[in-house]
């Protein structure tokens, strides 16, 4: 059974931390036993005391999450599989993380059937965005791509906002992203069981076929595993037939004519193939907007010939 895994997302002192503990109550009230993987940019972890000693917890340091340590990641959730028994994984990512690249680090082939992508949680902070201005455009871009991709939106600390500045708050929020569900909060206190119960985020995430013709969703993420051998030729036009809303494609192919499967990546829009040197498992992991996850994988099955 595929464990699931949900991203608190958010920039810099917006309030993940207090979330996280919100989450982690209620996992427990639910008699659901969670993990966290914590991500932080400096050598020494300064959130950690924020998970209770009977949570199993890895923490990355001296990195972010989606670019520097990812080889670090992918070994931290193997040694949480292997060592640690739970059914829900909470990673908090830096302030500085991009959500589609830490979805990409997240759903490695290597065990991308182990987790279940249900979602990213933004967490903004009202009095942060309304002084938005004073940041570069760099971070003013990471912080809308940081709502724009998310399931659910924290907006937090209202209590620093007039009435009239919480009605644009909220109407600025859902101008970059019309389709999450918007809490208006202080201290990320939020009613959990919206957030956490399966029916919310499955409908994003693996029903989009029942959604209204051109509804815009959040991110997304496909999993299938090869049962046979892939012709070289029809893989690559395959790929050139996917949509453009697709940002990665990784996985190991299984190629005809090689002893091991070979490794396959993607990022907006180049492909780049690599020979592996040993049989690992042939899972291809496919992250975009607005999939049609039943398609993908009928198109993949008339590909992957047993």
Known sequence: MKKDVFI???????????????VLHALKMENKKPAV??????????????????????ELLDGCICCTI??????????????EQFDVLIIETTGAAHPVEVVDS???????????????????????????????PSVLHLMREQIRHAQFIIANKVDLLTEMEQGMFIYELQQLNANAKVFLTNYAKVPMTDILSSSTTRIDINEYDKASIGQHLALQAVVYTFKGEVDGEVFEEWVKQQADTIYRMKG???????????????????????????????????????????????????????
């Open 70 to 83: 990812s080889e670090k990641l992918e070994a931290q959730l193997q040694g949480l599989l292997v060592t």
């Open 252 to 306: 190991y192919i299984p190629l005809k004519g090689k002893k091991y499967p070979t490794m396959f990546q993607y990022s907006y829009g180049m492909p780049l193939f690599m020979q592996a040197d040993m049989k690992y498992k042939t899972n291809f992991v496919i992250i975009g907007e607005g999939l049609h996850k039943t398609n993908i994988i009928r198109s993949l099955e008339e590909i992957d010939y047993l």
């Open 8 to 22: 608190l997302s958010g920039f810099l002192g917006s309030g993940k931390t207090t979330l996280l503990k919100e």
């Open 37 to 58: 993987l914590m991500n932080e940019l400096g050598s020494v972890s300064i959130d950690s005391d924020a998970v209770e000693e009977d949570t199993a917890m890895r």
């Open 106 to 136: 997240i759903l490695s082939p290597l065990f991308a059937d182990k987790f279940e992508f249900k979602g990213i949680i933004t967490v903004v902070d009202g009095k942060q965005w309304k002084s938005r201005s004073q940041f570069s």
